[in-house]
Structures are given as C-alpha cells and as structure tokens.
C-alpha cells in the first residue's frame, strides 16, 4: 500500500484499507467528509479574520496628522454608526477580541494587525497542510472502495 502522509506519525496506526469491508470503508470516508468540510469552514473563518485584520491595518495607515479634527462617522455596530471627532491621531483603541481593547500609538497597531496577519495566515497554511494529506487519504479511501465494489460485480 502506497504512502498516503506526507510526514511520519509514530503514534499513528496504520491500516490497511484493502482489509476493510464496503461498510467501514464508507464510514471511514464519510468520518473524513465531515473533516474536510470542517476543515473548509475553519479555512474561511480564518480568511475573514485575515480581511478583517488588513482592513484595519490599512485604516492606520490612512491615519495621518492633519486628519486631527476632523469629522468622522464611529461603528458601534456592523451597521450602526455615531458620529464623532478626530481628537488624538497619535493613539487608536484596538479591538484585540471577546470585548476587550487596547489603546496604542499608530505604529504599534500596526505592528499588532501585521503580527495578527502573520499568525493567521500561519494558521491557514497548517490547516491546508491537513486538509491535503486528508483528501489523499479520502481519494485512497474510495479508490479501494470502487475496486472491491467492481470485484463484488464480477
């Protein structure tokens, strides 16, 4: 049987999958499904996040001296916004998870959002690194499952 990882796990069973009947190798296949599709959905969480982490690392850098004063429209919510003034351009509030902020100066904000950026962009190539090692093992899993059903048929 073929080498389906990409990396040795000694703590890993090996199977062989020729050993498995119809039924097992369908649930194996579906057990692998469900981890793919969570795999996915953890995979475009993490793009919003990296979105969401750009947006308002470019936001700073917009932030320059002369905008002090100035009129601007403050989110409370995703759709609700307040208005409100430009006081201090040298110091933001960020937003750094679950009701908590942070007050910083312009440059360690964007110090933050670009190591946030990095972190999760980190996250990302992990998951993608599963994800294919699993899909291989999937499509491993259904080769074995279309010979044993074409050897049923013969």
Request: hydrophobic share 40%; glycine share 4%.
């Amino acid at each position: 049987m073929a080498q389906i990882s990409a990396r040795e796990a000694p703590h890993l069973q090996q199977i062989d999958l020729t050993a498995l009947n119809l039924q097992q190798l369908s649930t194996l296949k579906q057990q692998l499904d469900q981890e793919l599709n969570l795999f996915q959905e953890s995979l475009t969480s993490l793009k919003m996040a990296q979105t969401k982490f750009q947006n308002s690392g470019e936001c700073l850098e917009k932030v320059t001296s002369d905008l002090e004063g100035r009129s601007i429209l403050v989110p409370l919510t995703g759709s609700m916004y307040v208005p409100g003034k430009l006081v201090d351009v040298n110091n933001v509030i960020i937003d750094i998870g679950t009701r908590y902020y942070a007050q910083k100066d312009i440059e360690s904000g964007k110090d933050y959002f670009k190591r946030k950026i990095n972190f999760v962009t980190e996250q990302m190539e992990k998951i993608q690194v599963l994800g294919l090692e699993k899909s291989k093992i999937r499509d491993a899993v259904v080769e074995v499952m279309e010979i044993k059903m074409q050897n049923q048929t013969a």
